[in-house]
DNA sequence: GCAAAAATGATAGTAATACTATTATATTAG
DNA sequence: CTAATATAATAGTATTACTATCATTTTTGC
């Protein structure tokens, strides 16, 4: 996908922020500092303080861009979202077959992402790390349901709706395919975590990306289809 | 399984308590209280303050038994998974059939607790909604690694290896057994918050606990057999 | 190129949190 | 019944998560 497009921007919800952090450079530091500093950090030590020295700003200064930490993380989850759903389009592009468009999908939700390309201020390997061990935290708060009606998490959603779709179009008659799905896609990031952090809660086969494979698998049997491989 | 035992309790790694709760009146009303005000303000509400006030003691003495939140956390995610190991056991005494015994053991590790009873002063019922929104971040945490070296998630490991034993006795060849069982436990938590929270996220088929139907025929499924339905 | 507007920086302040410490009082065990 | 232990009452500290104010810099519209 490497410099196929000209630079372009990805849209997140209003309202996880008082002003576009992409509309400005000082927004632009807060989202690249951000990254660099809940990637080092965690979510639990990370403070705007610490992020506003890091970026050579002030405390205030950033929370003229986020309410709080919170929406911080809400917004870097959305961007992620937003941009996960622009790789899935790609790589289905011109793919007739549903199985293939399944195949590439799951790849695509599941694989870990190991260039840093097309969006300047973002460093998306950085980012996928947080993702694995904080996104969840964006949503499992008491707040969801407020949030959710300010349609925060309609990236996700629609990732979810999308290849819900494509399973349907194998097996119609397939009862659960948003939750195969978001099992796979949480699922994904959970098996990275425990792979790092809690080895016997997970698999690793030397040579392959169980991850991967392993979700390939699951949701291709789930649905009763045994795919060719590709290659 | 109400009532056919005398009440007994569950040991928790020491680690996790400076005092052990179950071991006198305040403890148990820490550990009472703190489940009754978890689930009703969320983890990131709960303070101790909070809960010294519910019981009617003082911060100083709850400090005295659980170093922070994040140890009381531990603490009854660790109580929780003594207590599946512990259904876990009942649930698959004198079953033959490894098939069968995998089959129960999903059903334990996906199904809603609709009663409590067991243990005197710990609602499961409640404590299951607590593990549902907030487990994860008992090990989303910097510190996972260091608490791992002190067996703190032993119970969790413990539990998603006795069931991968079973998949291994059905299916020697299936190469993901860990995988597949912690995605099955993980996953029954987020589908069951998504139900609540997200639902465009997840399906719910009316008349079915659609949890426990859809993950025991995606572990069926994953590892190749068609089980036998108990009735 | 300049005035007005907007963005940022510098600094200060507040309420709440997450503890620690001290001493007094109650409870319990030998 | 005394000594040890547990708990309560109270106070205090450092940090966090903000909010407010005002000065300074940068941007923009003409």
């Known amino acids: 996908m490497k410099e196929l497009l000209p630079k372009i921007s990805l849209k997140v919800n209003e309202h996880v922020y008082l002003k576009d952090p992409q509309s400005s450079e000082l927004g632009r530091r807060i989202l690249q500092g951000s990254i660099d500093l809940l990637e080092e950090v965690g979510l639990e030590a990370f403070t705007f303080r610490k992020l506003a020295h890091e970026i050579s700003s002030t405390e205030a200064s950033v929370y003229r ?3 709080s930490k919170h929406k911080l ?3 870097l989850t959305s961007w992620y979202w937003a941009w996960l759903e622009y790789r899935l389009i790609f790589s ?4 007739e077959s549903p199985e293939d468009r399944l195949g590439r999908a799951l790849k695509v939700l599941t694989e870990v992402v190991e260039e840093d ?3 300047l201020f973002i460093n998306e390997i950085k980012l996928q ?3 694995v ?3 969840s935290k ?3 708060t008491r707040d969801v349901d407020e949030e959710n009606k300010f349609g925060i998490f309609a990236g996700y959603k629609k990732i979810v709706q999308r290849v819900s779709d494509v399973i349907l179009e194998i097996n119609p008659k397939y009862k659960y395919p948003h939750m195969l799905i978001s099992t796979a896609i949480e699922g994904a990031h ?3 975590y425990f792979a790092e952090h809690l080895p016997r809660l997970t698999d690793h086969i030397k040579g392959e990306d169980s991850v991967v494979e392993f979700y390939r698998g699951l949701v291709f049997r789930a649905i009763e289809c045994f795919p060719k491989r590709d290659k």
Chains 1, 2 share one sequence.
């Open 65 to 67: 861009y986020f309410e």
């Open 73 to 75: 993380l809400l917004y």
């Open 92 to 95: 289905l592009i011109n793919v």
């Open 117 to 119: 390309s097309d969006f």
């Open 129 to 131: 790390h947080i993702i």
């Open 133 to 135: 061990a904080e996104s």
């Open 138 to 140: 964006a949503y499992l």
């Open 190 to 192: 959970q098996q990275r």
